[in-house]
T-cell receptor, first 111, second 116 residues
């Protein structure tokens, strides 16, 4: 079983739409959670960390459900520039700052 | 602040040849990671260093891959001999936090390897 699982998509949405991605993780000892964004042929970059209480950054909202072991990312009012692959990343306490990556969810925002 | 540096950016080699990649992490970052990212997949950890010691190399194909970080700063990853399935982007990342605390990783631009 993979440590982190994501729907690969692609999610094709029109500009202005709201879109949500989910991600599940298998290790209940996981400690920290992140969403990274990866543009085509570029390196991953941190989009936002995910806190237990949920957190929001502009049009982006991240939620964590420890009981069900899933993480979500909600993007409101999608922009063309949001088109990218979104990687769910989990950090596990039982290793030296080891990060597990999902395979990514591809988002295409259309005009 | 300078980011993670990697070289070369692109490399094309024939199978059975050798290749080496170099990474210089962000200054002061104790943890350095090498990932392999195959097209359409998420990054897969090959090896993780804490200073100059290896803390995880469980997914490193040790018959052909090797890596070192001799002075606890920059690192090299070598493939010898390369196979067709090694075609991928090799990403180097670094982070400043230690065990149990988590934190952000910073990635270099990657080296795109094509094995013919």
């Amino acid at each position: 079983r993979k440590e982190v699982e994501q729907d690969p998509g692609p999610f094709n949405v029109p500009e202005g739409a709201t879109v949500a991605f989910n991600c599940t993780y298998s290790n209940s000892a996981s400690q920290s959670f992140f969403w990274y964004r990866q543009d085509c042929r570029k390196e991953p970059k941190l989009l936002m960390s995910v806190y237990s209480s949920g957190n929001e950054d502009g049009r982006f909202t991240a939620q964590l459900n420890r009981a069900s072991q899933y993480i979500s990312l909600l993007i409101r009012d999608s922009k063309l520039s949001d088109s990218a692959t979104y990687l769910c990343v989990v950090n596990t306490r039982d290793n030296f700052n080891k990060f597990y990556f999902g395979s990514g969810t591809k988002l295409n925002v259309k005009p | 602040e300078a980011g993670v540096a990697q070289s070369p950016r692109y490399k094309i080699i024939e199978k059975r040849q050798s290749v080496a990649f170099w990474c210089n992490p962000i200054s002061g970052h104790a943890t350095l990671y090498w990932y392999q990212q195959i097209l359409g997949q998420g990054p897969k950890l090959l090896i993780q260093f804490q200073n100059n010691g290896v803390v995880d190399d469980s997914q490193l194909p040790k018959d052909r891959f090797s890596a070192e970080r001799l002075k606890g700063v920059d690192s090299t990853l070598k493939i010898q001999p390369a196979k067709l399935e090694d075609s991928a982007v090799y990403l180097c990342a670094s982070s400043s936090t230690t065990s149990g605390r988590g934190g952000e990783q910073f990635f270099g631009p990657g080296t795109r390897l094509t094995v013919l």
